[in-house]
């Protein structure tokens, strides 16, 4: 179906002009390159193997409606080129590039593995407002954690990988990394049920756990024992007495066992956590300064790439080009 969709796709000839190679792996490669009609500096993935076609057209119409979005990973069009001596027919994707790396690697550059508190609201605060743009095209992304919340040279925090994301509002199957998956949706892997938007408030609060000390909760434990502690046992809490009294309130909120009683992302901009950052712009900055020290954004950039190549096929983004 993709193969007779790419069809109806403009050649690339005079939207992209690639440039040096950063990364191939099975599917093909990923170059830099520069959008005419944009532009500006994109990445663009060059796919030569195409599988799973299903999960493909269902990222695209998913994408068509969320992108555009400041917390939303952007696209800026799909493109086939057409088949050429020694060369099959090939699809194009150009994104957005974020060359400032995960919120994961973030964290794993930083000597103690923990963020600074104001790091950590300033990131939350970013992802509550991409999560509330989903919530309003009734999308659930499944899959909030570190790895999958880019950062922008300017430290701008972007969602990516909607590989597992759900339309509709509500899901009975559950997808993404265990660790950070919400008491609900775990339910849902062996007994019929269902789970909404709560449940990546729930994968935030985790995450945000996983800002502040290195590493996601529980994340030692077999998964069967994991299963039975997010299920079963308390709500995990932040340790130690470091972490303001706000920033607590705000990981219990997020980690209601209840859906029923767990705030929505909108409710959670409301947080003092999130309202009472102090000099935001400043942390911002702050922020970019540590991702420019040492020339370590060249790092995340390979991380971003890095990103694409594993992604296998999923990331196609856009079935019309947008010029």
């Known amino acids: 179906m993709l193969l007779n969709t790419m069809l109806f796709f403009q050649e690339p000839r005079g939207y ?8 191939e792996g099975n599917f093909g490669v990923v170059h830099m390159g520069w959008h005419q009609i944009k532009r500006k500096e994109v990445a663009v993935k060059i796919i030569r193997k195409i599988e799973d076609q299903d999960t493909i057209l269902n990222e695209l119409e998913i994408l068509e409606k969320v992108s555009g979005h400041e917390n939303i990973i952007s696209f800026y069009g799909a493109f086939h080129q057409k088949p050429a001596r020694r060369i099959n027919q090939e699809l194009w994707i150009a994104t957005e590039l974020c060359d400032g790396g995960s919120v994961l690697d973030l964290i794993k550059s930083k000597r103690n593995r923990s963020l600074d508190e104001s790091w950590i609201a300033y990131i939350c605060k970013q992802v509550l407002q991409g999560l509330y743009h989903l919530r309003k095209q009734r999308i659930l992304h499944c899959d909030v954690k570190p790895d999958n919340l880019m950062l922008t040279e300017d430290a701008v925090v972007k969602i990516i990988d909607f590989g597992g994301a759900v339309t509709g509002g509500k899901s009975d199957s559950p997808a993404g990394d265990m660790a950070y998956l919400s008491p609900e949706a775990i339910v849902c892997m062996s007994k019929r049920g269902e789970f909404d938007h709560k449940a990546d408030v729930w994968s935030l609060g985790m995450s945000a756990i996983h800002m502040a000390e290195g590493c996601v909760p529980y994340n030692k434990l077999p998964d069967k024992a994991l299963i039975q502690q997010i299920t079963r046992g308390p709500a995990p809490t932040l340790k130690g007495n470091k972490w303001s009294e706000k920033f607590h309130y705000f990981i219990e909120e997020c980690l209601q066992k209840n859906p029923v009683e767990r705030p929505s992302a909108r409710q959670l901009l409301s947080h003092p956590f999130i309202t009472e950052i102090s000099n935001e712009r400043v942390v ?11 020339k370590k954004n060249s790092l995340f950039l390979l991380s971003f790439c890095n990103y694409l190549l594993s992604y296998t096929n999923n990331i196609l983004w856009l079935h019309i080009t947008k010029a």
Do not use: D, F, T, V
């Not at 992209?16 to 990364?23: D, F, M, P, S």
């Not at 922020?287 to 040492?294: A, E, N, S, T, V």
């Open 16 to 23: 992209l002009k690639l440039g040096e190679a950063i990364g």
């Open 284 to 294: 911002q900055k702050n922020i970019m300064k540590h991702l420019q020290r040492g």
